[in-house]
Each structure stands twice: as C-alpha cells, then as structure tokens.
C-alpha cells in the first residue's frame, strides 16, 4: 500500500516532517490526553504505534490544532517511521502492522513469532479493539509464516504498558539490592567517622548522587562515598 495524505494535510504533514528531521518536540502533535498519566494509550503499548496530529497553527494549550485524519508512525532512537495517514481512532487497524513488515521488517524481526505458521483463527480489527479492552494480547498474522506479537512490549491486566511494568520491577529490585548494601556497609561507614573524630548525628544519612556518571551512596555526615553494585545500574 503506497503511503498518501489528503491534500489539505500536505502542508501539516510537511511540517512535521521538518520538525522530525529537525529533532524538534513533536509533543504539541500528540493526544491531548498525553498529561493524564491514569490514560492507557493501547495502541502505543501494542504496537509501539503513536498517533499524531497535522495541524499547523499551535492552540494556547500548546497542542496543535486537531485533525480528523492523523499521521501514524513508529520511532526509533534514529529513524521515524511513518506509517499511514487514517482516521483519528483507527486503532486498531492490522494494515499498520503489515506496512510496517513490507517496509522496514528488519524493524519488527525480533517480535516476530519464529515457527509459526498460521494462526487457528484470523482475527479482525473489530476482534482487537475488543480484546484489548479486556488487556488480551493478539497475535497478528501478515502472511504465512509472517506473525507478530507485542511489538510495542504489549499490555499488562492492568493495561499498563508490559515492558514498562517489567522494567519497573527490575529498578526496584536493584534498588533494593543498593538498599540492603548500604545497610551491611553503614556500622563500617560510622566506625570509620568515629575514629576520624567527625562528630554525627543520631544517624547516618545517605542520599544517591551520580559521581562521574556512576551511581554512588553519599553519607551527607561523614562525606563517605560507596560505590553501588554495578555502579547503581
């Protein structure tokens, strides 16, 4: 499918596009919905898909003005890759899927399911929309042998973005894993101040400061700086 745009959105499209090149903030194109951090953007946690608008003329809120048709297009940390021009709430539409594996699969390769075939059932665009309100992941089937699954990390019950609830677990878990190493490490921290004659507090208090870009446990008392496990990473 070759990519158009409907003429009264050239001039919108172009825009964007300068800005894109430009490595400008493209958020004045996005939802406006982006502030309420409680709103799940299902697309985006599925396929890593975002929405943007072409209006030209910048609102007092600081979006752009809206536009019934919007771009869709996926990013790397290097490349926009655009997708489709479609009607605002397209979201659930396969045909992005199957752009993007005609056109840049090298983009969506690790996503894609190795050995298998066919899916027992195709499921439509109506199938998704209502699957993912119930936060079930969908396979998608291009072709033979060509299917795709949570390209953009996929969805939590709670329809929080996956890869997101993932990432966050394993933070946590690090954190506290620097948490227990400054605990086994504070009685040698105030047995090292003791004997220097530095007068403490009632109690060491150490706060997380990045020293030549590793993370560190600075004791704000003694000036004593431990080096985190695996600098805090």
């Not at 194109?29 to 309420?36: F, V």
Request: proline fraction near 4%; include cysteine; aromatic fraction near 6%.
């Amino acid at each position: 499918m070759e990519f158009t745009c409907p003429p009264e959105l050239n001039a919108g499209l172009a825009a964007l596009e300068r800005k894109i090149n430009g490595g400008e903030d493209l958020r004045p194109h996005l939802s406006r919905r982006l502030a309420d951090l409680d709103i799940q953007d299902m697309l985006h946690n599925d396929w890593g898909i975002h929405h943007l608008h072409l209006g030209i003329k910048q609102e007092s809120d600081g979006f752009v003005e809206r536009t019934g048709p919007v771009l869709f297009a996926r990013f790397s940390s290097t490349a926009a890759y655009l997708i489709s021009v479609r009607k605002h709430g397209s979201w659930a539409c396969q045909d992005f899927i199957r752009v993007i594996h005609r056109n840049w699969p090298e983009t969506i390769s690790r996503y894609r399911l190795l050995g298998a075939v066919s899916l027992a059932k195709q499921t439509s665009d109506e199938d998704i929309a209502m699957l993912r309100k119930a936060a079930i992941n969908v396979p998608i089937q291009v072709e033979p042998r060509a299917i795709y699954m949570a390209i953009g990390g996929g969805y939590s019950t709670t329809k929080t973005n996956a890869k997101v609830v993932r990432d966050c677990a394993r933070q946590t878990a690090k954190l506290k894993a620097c948490e227990e190493f400054v605990r086994e490490k504070a009685p040698a921290v105030l047995e090292q101040a003791q004997a220097r004659g530095l007068k403490i507090g009632d109690e060491l208090s150490f706060k997380l400061r990045t020293l030549d870009g590793v993370l560190v446990a600075l004791e704000e008392n003694t000036g004593t700086v431990l080096p985190l496990p695996d600098g805090g990473a």
